[in-house]
């Protein structure tokens, strides 16, 4: 039989597309020597729910149209998973080499073992990365559905307690970075570890898996959340508050600078893992049970239609209004910071309903 559409996840495809953008304004806004921390705790913390939750709903999206009794085609399920996200990937890393290497006067790929860094590790602007964790996420589907087929709550929690381990020791070990550090520059070994959160799926593996469990078993998730609403949303404001908290407690006590702090409070922290499967759960609770505004559903759907192409093209759209500013003699104060988040959601939503209006007036030629 088949399942309901779900307007919930393309919704918060469209929230994760803000908070993705509030993530890359406020790296922006950070070049601030004296930033408003609030303000940098709202584009860089509270946001950082964004690409981890999209790994969350893809896994549940992939996983609620799946029948795991029937066989598993891999060679289709990448045909058409690729088309949606390889090509477009492959695309616009060429956009942004041939236009970075204008901008910039870097040089074009000099050499084929910089270039197969370059679009293998996701390099060619600093947001593709999460295409190439993706992409791995498709390639080992076949193990996926195997660990979501045989997975219990005790082995869920293993996984998370596994995730939390393997995460800190990623993002805060010494020994790590003095091992890197001390292989010949131009080693592969040294590069994949230097840019390991660009492909390596471990870091995102109990999100995705918990998005397919959940998926699977949908019919008890939408009546536990169902029953359980305020018990969801405190549990999402108590972890919420939590990352916060670590945030100021790094600047206040630690006495670190708000781009050290937010470097050290990010999705992989403790808190950050906790906040990202907390916000992932209240989202679905609030896109899925609670009664929005029609223009809010309306605004949140294209936003989630949209989302794609705005994820792909914000960066150059920072670029190039960052230009203006300096071009104006504008600094980047707080409210020229929001002005800029703004302008960069609106240009980009434009230009991707601009784009999708010319490709249907073509095909229809």
């Known amino acids: ?103 910039y006067g870097y040089a074009l790929l ?35 559905i195997r660990l979501v087929r045989n997975m219990t709550p005790k082995r869920l929690l293993i996984l998370l307690i596994a995730q939390i381990a393997f995460d ?16 010949p520059h131009d080693s592969i070994i040294a590069a994949l570890l230097k840019w390991r959160l660009n492909w390596l ?33 405190a549990t999402f404001l108590l972890t919420l508050t939590t990352l916060l908290g670590y945030y100021y407690f790094l600047l206040v006590f630690r006495n670190y600078s708000p781009l050290d702090a937010v470097n050290t409070a990010h999705q992989l922290s403790p808190p950050g893992i906790f906040y990202t499967i907390a916000a992932s759960i209240f989202f679905f609770t609030i896109f899925q049970f609670c009664r929005l505004p029609e223009p809010l559903k309306k605004f949140l759907s294209v936003l989630g239609k949209n989302s794609s192409f705005v994820y792909l093209a914000h960066p150059m759209t920072i670029t190039y209004l960052s230009l203006a500013l300096t071009k104006l003699g504008l600094i980047m104060t707080a409210t020229n910071a929001i002005i800029l988040y703004t302008l960069i959601v609106v240009i ?17 030629k």
């Open 348 to 364: 980009t939503l434009a230009a991707s309903l601009i784009v999708k209006k010319f490709s249907q007036t073509l095909s229809a």
């Open 1 to 103: 039989m088949k399942k309901p559409y779900l307007e919930s996840i393309e919704y918060i495809r469209g929230l994760s597309m803000l908070g993705v953008v509030a993530i890359h304004t406020g790296s922006q806004y950070l070049l601030n020597p004296t930033p408003n921390v609030h303000l940098v705790a709202l584009f860089e913390i509270a946001s950082r729910f964004s690409v981890p939750i999209f790994f969350f709903v893809s896994a549940f999206g992939l996983f609620y149209r799946m029948d795991l009794s029937a066989p598993f085609d891999y060679s289709n399920f990448l045909r058409r998973r690729f088309k949606a996200v390889l090509l477009p990937y492959l695309l616009w890393s060429t956009i942004y080499v041939l236009h970075d290497n204008f901008f």
């Open 201 to 233: 799926v471990l870091h995102y593996v109990f999100i995705f898996i918990l998005g397919g469990v959940l998926a699977v078993h949908s019919q008890k998730f939408f009546d536990w959340i169902a029953s359980h609403k305020k018990i969801i949303g």
């Open 168 to 183: 800190y020791w990623s993002s805060y070990s010494v020994l790590l970075w003095q091992t890197i550090n001390a292989m």
């Open 110 to 144: 000099p050499n084929p073992i910089y270039a197969a860094e370059i679009f293998v590790l996701g390099l060619a602007k600093y947001h593709l990365y999460f295409m190439v964790i993706l992409i791995w996420f498709y390639l080992l589907m076949p193990l996926w």
